[in-house]
């Protein structure tokens, strides 16, 4: 398997764009996983699904964010209205197992700068 | 949600043991304990994971005492290919645990 593939791997917008990140989990694997990273907040969990399901979003920072997972092997972050503060690399994992329980594999993120 | 805390940065040469400790006062009953290590430009990848006591694997052992209120990572005889970014997760979504939450990591620099 190639693993969880990302794209863009770099993206620079103006803000008040739409901006759409892209995942492809590692086929087989229940759960996914949006993360983002920055310096001053460090790795935090944005949401996660479960078999497509949305679980747990309380991660999503405001109603500008949103993710879909319309099927097993893709999801996608859409910002919209983007901000300069939403400036991040934003990761996607995956995992076979419960949140925790298992190891989760991370795609090599998106680095979003928002100008 | 589980509150955790690593050194910033440590320091070691190569073949020494080095030991990173993450403190977790909150850990709850159900939470497990993760390490990954994450080199600059890429996303995290998995080192070990454990529940309580021990736990060893090709590349590291974890050690976790009886309160779990700590874990620590021992990565033994490190090279230079170890200097990285450390992270503890701790958390289990499946079991009623806390959400989970990533430590701050820590910066591991190995030299010659």
């Known amino acids: 398997d190639a693993g969880v593939i990302q794209s863009p791997r770099h993206e620079v917008t103006e803000m008040g764009q739409e901006v759409t990140l892209r995942c492809k989990p590692i086929?087989?694997?229940?759960?996914l996983f949006w993360y983002r990273q920055t310096m001053m907040r460090g790795l935090e969990l944005l949401i996660y699904?479960?078999?497509?399901?949305?679980?747990?979003d309380s991660g999503m920072p405001e109603d500008r964010f949103s993710a879909k997972m319309p099927n097993a092997s893709f999801s996608t972050l859409k910002i919209q209205p983007s901000e300069p503060r939403d400036s991040a690399v934003y990761f996607c994992?995956?995992?076979?197992?419960?949140?925790?329980?298992?190891?989760?594999?991370f795609g090599p993120g998106t680095r979003l700068t928002v100008t | 949600l589980a509150k955790t805390t690593q050194p910033i940065s440590m320091d070691s040469y190569e073949g020494q043991e080095v030991n990173i400790t993450c403190s977790h006062n909150?850990?709850?009953?159900?939470?497990?304990i993760t390490w990954y290590q994450q080199f600059p430009s890429q996303g995290p990848r998995f080192i070990i994971q454990?529940?309580?006591t021990k736990v060893t694997n090709e590349v590291a052992s974890l050690f976790i005492p009886a309160d779990r209120k700590s874990s620590t990572l021992s990565l033994p005889r490190v090279s230079l290919s170890d200097t990285a970014v450390y992270y503890c997760?701790?958390?289990?979504f499946g079991g009623g645990g806390n959400k989970l939450t990533f430590g701050t990591g820590t910066q591991l620099k190995v030299e010659l």
């Open positions: 994992a995956s995992s076979l197992e419960a949140p925790g329980r298992d190891e989760q594999y």
């Open positions: 086929s087989g694997h229940d759960y």
């Open positions: 699904f479960n078999n497509n399901v949305p679980i747990d």
């Open positions: 909150n850990i709850a009953t159900n939470d497990y």
């Open positions: 454990g529940y309580k």
């Open positions: 997760l701790v958390g289990d």
